[in-house]
């Protein structure tokens, strides 16, 4: 059971271990982009690009269905694999085999939508996957096994889902062969923390503390991307420096391919800016067709006069 690209590293192994996968379940297709074309799961798509032949599910919910829970019972399977799934698991289903969770995070910290996220807003030194016995509650149940993962200065998101999905695909096949000798853990709930499902607006940015801005670029840079008032995107950014003082916004230097740009407290550098509906372009393009934005203006005032900052 999963749904996006870090369930599919997981799939893949399973498909290529000496486990034999009865069947998927996964979020229904939906409508992407301007045209809202629909648009299978990452994890379907990988079944169809490969010509995969077994049974494929895609239940709008799994709550109050009793026809899915049948058709779980006939797979008579030795183990539920669940991962990034989206969907809560009734206790008719949990109870039918073993249910793996593999959440990516250091349970029981960041239960919920977005752990990876959650732990580059906080700055964590580490983070991971949890293989967890599921439960009713939300990401609280028993410990099988932990996989750590040191987190880089530089880390971004996309870096973090895609090296912790290969973390979690090798500690699915752990668990599921070990599974008979593992001592499952109690999570200690006086640890426990929750994140929530990430918004768009989640992704807007004002030129306060450069460090938050950074962490915030590095857990938002796949999606939503960070904005500032005014919708212009940011991106390819570097944190210069945490300690300076300067005024919100002003632009401190100008260089080939990138903007230093001041916060109440720090710096950053800029190298790829986007106007709504607009093309991104690298600094230099977007220097070029916006002269007014010199060292010492204000680029949110230059650029939305309307918000008079």
């Known amino acids: ?4 690209h870090y369930a599919t590293t997981i799939f893949e192994a399973l498909l290529k271990s000496d486990f034999e996968v009865k069947a998927l379940f996964t979020q229904p297709d939906k409508p992407v982009g301007r045209k809202q074309i629909l648009t299978p799961p990452h994890i379907k798509q990988y079944c169809l690009d490969n010509d995969l ?56 910290l960041y239960r919920g939508a977005s752990p990876i996220q959650e732990a580059l807003l906080n700055n964590d030194n580490f983070t991971g996957v949890t293989s967890m016995l ?4 939300l990401d609280t149940g028993d410990i099988l ?35 008979e000798n593992i001592v499952p853990k109690k999570q200690n709930n006086v640890l426990a923390s929750l994140c929530k499902k990430i918004k768009k607006e989640d992704g807007e940015i004002a030129f306060t503390n450069a460090q938050e801005l950074y962490l915030k670029y590095k857990a938002y840079s796949f999606w939503p991307g960070i904005f500032t008032q005014g919708g212009l995107k940011l991106k390819e950014i570097e944190l210069l420096e945490t300690t300076s ?6 632009i401190l230097d100008i260089g080939k391919d990138y903007l230093s740009i001041g916060c109440l407290k720090g710096a950053i550098k800029v190298k790829i800016l986007q106007m709504p509906s607009k093309k991104e372009l690298n600094a230099g393009d977007f220097l070029r067709g916006n002269q007014t934005l010199k060292v010492g203006s204000f680029l949110i005032k230059e650029l ?5 900052i």
């Open 1 to 4: 059971m999963g749904t996006p």
């Open 53 to 108: 032949a077994f049974p494929i599910f895609q239940p709008k919910s799994l709550r109050n269905n009793s026809e899915m829970a049948l058709e779980i019972k006939n797979l008579k399977p030795d183990f539920i694999v669940v991962a990034a799934y989206g969907q809560i698991l009734p206790k008719e289903i949990l109870d039918i085999a073993p249910c793996i969770n593999l959440h990516a995070s250091l349970l029981p």
């Open 134 to 137: 599921m439960e009713e509650g």
């Open 145 to 179: 096994g932990l996989h750590y993962l040191k987190v880089t200065p530089t880390m971004e998101v996309s870096e973090a889902f895609e090296t912790l999905s290969h973390i979690a695909a090798k500690l699915t096949l752990t668990t599921l062969k070990t599974f």
């Open 245 to 250: 003082r300067n005024k919100e916004g002003v």
């Open 304 to 308: 939305f006069p309307e918000f008079n």
